[in-house]
T-cell receptor, first 112, second 109 residues
């Protein structure tokens, strides 16, 4: 079983719809992250959380919100999806400051 | 985020050849990481470097943390077809992971 599981793996939806992407982990890590990957741009940080009560904006948080429901669960929401949010979305976890992040297999999101 | 310059952007090589790619930054990092991403999957950690000057190997892969803490390179020796994929460097300072734009590697048999 994967240590970092993202659902759904693929999603196609329409402009204006609300969408939630979910991430769960069995690594026991406190820190969780959401990234977006666009072709030729690498990965960019959307939001991160150091524990259940700690949520922080990343480089590109506009248009997104998150919820840390438990240590193992971190969800990303698009309240009103727009086409330029079409991208690959990755969840990641890490153990502590300065430690590598471990990624899920991603959600491919297409907004028409 | 801080800009990382990763080169080359793509490489097309024959099986058995050695590969070298590098990453530079205008900023100092405390940790350098190298990831590989296969199509339809998330990045997988290959090597983590924690000290300036550190040279670390993982099988046929070797990576170094530059003395200035502003650069790193990754070498792959005797490439095989399953080395195909996109390789990303990433610099870590505290929580913030800054990625390069990736090197796409194609290996022909």
């Amino acid at each position: 079983d994967a240590d970092v599981t993202q659902t759904p793996r693929n999603r196609i939806t329409k402009t204006g719809k609300r969408i939630m992407l979910e991430c769960s982990q069995t690594k026991g890590h406190d820190r969780m992250y959401w990234y977006r990957q666009d072709p030729g741009l690498g990965l960019r940080l959307i939001y991160y959380s150091f524990d259940v009560k700690d949520i922080n904006k990343g480089e590109i948080s506009d248009g997104y919100s998150v919820s840390r429901q438990a240590q193992a669960k971190f969800s990303l929401s698009l309240e009103s999806a727009i086409p330029n949010q079409t991208a690959l979305y990755f969840c990641a976890t890490s153990d502590s400051m300065g430690q590598p992040q471990h990624f899920g297999d991603g959600t491919r999101l297409s907004i028409l | 985020g801080q800009q990382l310059n990763q080169s080359p952007q793509s490489m097309f090589i024959q099986e058995g050849e050695d590969v070298s790619m590098n990453c530079t930054s205008s900023s100092i990092f405390n940790t350098w990481l190298w990831y590989k991403q296969d199509p339809g999957e998330g990045p997988v950690l290959l090597i983590a470097l924690y000290k300036a000057g550190e040279l670390t190997s993982n099988g046929r892969l070797t990576a170094q943390f530059g003395i200035t803490r502003k650069d790193s390179f990754l070498n792959i020796s005797a490439s095989i077809p399953s080395d195909v994929g996109i390789y990303f460097c990433a610099g870590l300072t505290g929580y913030a992971l800054n990625f390069g734009k990736g090197t796409s590697l194609l290996v022909t048999p």
